[in-house]
């Protein structure tokens, strides 16, 4: 019953690693968001894709590469992990990317990431 | 000077309290959502607004468009009302993209027995 699934929780890994961190809605939802939560408990976007295509890029380092198979799944990529990756990353979902109608967003229960 | 900011970063109150977080915005916005994320991590979207005033329970959230400033009621607090409050809005067109969410700092609350 769960509506956006994260996989892993915990995710504990040394610099200069490659990981991916999956994420799958079965709301039917067409948008799909990544989000980074730092030290500070401050959320801010990273990415959003609509139907698979990507609409926002917020100035995130190349290093990380988003992928959607398909509407339902958003996957993270981050190449060359680095301290600084250090962070609680969120997954989101929401019915459409409609500015109108300002869709509610679901969280996932977010992937706690550590890079020693 | 964040785009959303919210106040009191910080909150303490007794059980049964009425309980009021603040919200002030300074972009263009489609909704303004407010969140709940527990000790345990995770977040709960409460309310989604764009007038007027809406009310689930003990929480109630208003909105005043044209001050560009929301704010959050809780009623009869208790302790498991205890977490981290998060306001976001919608930003309109935002650099070209539509429903971006700009995020507050979140105010901590916490409510003793």
């Known amino acids: 019953d769960t509506a956006v699934s994260q996989t892993p929780k915990y995710l504990v890994t040394q610099m200069g690693n490659d990981k991916s961190i999956k994420c799958e809605q079965n709301?039917?939802?067409?948008?799909m968001y990544w989000y980074k939560q730092d030290s500070k408990k401050f959320l801010k976007i990273m990415f959003s894709?609509?139907?698979?295509?990507?609409?926002i890029n917020e100035t995130v380092p190349n290093r990380f590469s988003p992928k959607s198979p398909d509407k339902a799944h958003l996957n993270l990529h981050i190449n060359s992990l680095e301290l600084g990756d250090s962070a609680v990353y969120f997954c989101?979902?929401?019915?459409?990317?409609?500015?109108?109608?300002?869709?509610?967003?679901?969280f996932g229960p977010g992937t706690r990431l550590t890079v020693t | 000077k964040n785009e959303v900011e919210q106040s009191p970063q910080n909150l303490t109150a007794q059980e049964g309290e009425f309980i009021t977080i603040n919200c002030s915005y300074s972009?263009?916005?489609?909704?303004l959502h407010w969140l709940q994320q527990h000790p345990g991590g995770g977040i709960v979207s409460l309310f989604m607004?764009?007038?007027g005033k809406k009310k689930h329970g003990r929480l109630i959230a208003t909105i005043n468009i044209q001050e560009k400033h929301s704010s959050l009621h809780i009623t009869a607090s208790h302790p498991r009302d205890s977490a981290v409050y998060i306001c976001?809005?919608?930003?309109?067109?935002?650099?070209?993209?539509?429903?971006?969410?700009?995020f507050g700092t979140g105010t901590l609350l916490a409510v003793q027995p």
């Open positions: 989101a979902s929401s019915p459409t990317m409609d500015s109108l109608s300002g869709r509610e967003q679901y």
């Open positions: 972009v263009g916005i489609s909704a």
């Open positions: 709301l039917g939802h067409d948008t």
């Open positions: 607004l764009s007038s």
């Open positions: 976001a809005v919608g930003a309109l067109n935002y650099g070209g993209a539509t429903n971006k969410l700009i």
């Open positions: 894709y609509n139907n698979k295509e990507l609409i």
